[in-house]
Structure formats: C-alpha cells, structure tokens
Nanobody, 127 residues
Framework: QVQLVESGGGLVQAGGSLRLSCAAS????????MGWFRQAPGKEREFVAA????????YYADFVKGRFTISRDNAKSTVYLQMNSLKPEDTAVYYC????????????????????WGQGTQVTVSS
C-alpha cells in the first residue's frame, strides 16, 4: 500500500495558478503510475491527469489541456500538478492516486483502476 499526502491547495482568483504536491511513502514510488482526480460538490469524481513514470506517457482530461501540467520527481517520491489559468469551474477537492505499473488496467483515466488515494486538498477559484 502506498500512503499519499496532498498539499498546495487554497483560494486563488480566476486566472491565477497553484501547484499541488502529493508525497508518497510506503512503496517504491517509481513502480507506480500516479493520477490526479477532482470532485466538486454534487458531482462525481473526475479524471484530471496521470503519468506512468518519469519520462513516460502523460494523460490529461480535455478540460485541462494547455493549462495543467503533471510531473513527478522519483527522487522525492512526489507528483505535482501545476495549474495555470484557473477558472471558477476548477473549484473542487483534488486527490492524487496510485496504481502499480505492473497492474493490467483498462484505462489510466478511470478512478476505479487506482488502489491508493490521498485525503484530498481543496482548491477554490474565485471569479
């Protein structure tokens, strides 16, 4: 099991930026694909971004392409989500999640594929 702790959320005005961090422990970080998801009040959890390994494939939801960037630092066992040009509709609790690179999954964009989750960090974008 991988323990995940998110940080970096907060309140920001529309057009601003935030960088979320997710620190992992308990397993070899490089063995895991990492994803970011978000959940707004009254809505289902949705995929934001994922990265299989440093230098590996990167995936984004259409609504964040060109604005958000996922990266990972295996030496620090941390995955980041740089969020630029934030919009009020980006307001949500953001979660990071991990799934073993050895696990055969249907799609890295599905929350059901991930085995370990952080507690979430709130991002609020004011208009």
């Amino acid at each position: 099991q991988v323990q995940l702790v998110e940080s970096g959320g907060g309140l920001v005005q529309a057009g601003g930026s935030l960088r979320l961090s997710c620190a992992a422990s308990g397993r070899t970080f490089s063995d895991y694909a990492m994803g970011w998801f978000r959940q707004a009040p009254g809505k289902e959890r949705e995929f934001v971004a994922a990265k299989r390994r440093s230098g590996g494939s990167t995936y984004y939801a259409d609504f964040v392409k060109g604005r958000f960037t996922i990266s990972r630092d295996n030496a620090k066992s941390t995955v980041y989500l740089q969020m630029n040009s934030l919009k009020p509709e980006d307001t949500a609790v953001y979660y990071c999640a991990a799934v073993s690179n050895r696990k055969i999954i249907a799609t890295i964009k599905s929350s059901y594929e991930y085995d370990d989750w952080g507690q979430g960090t709130q991002v609020t974008v004011s208009s």
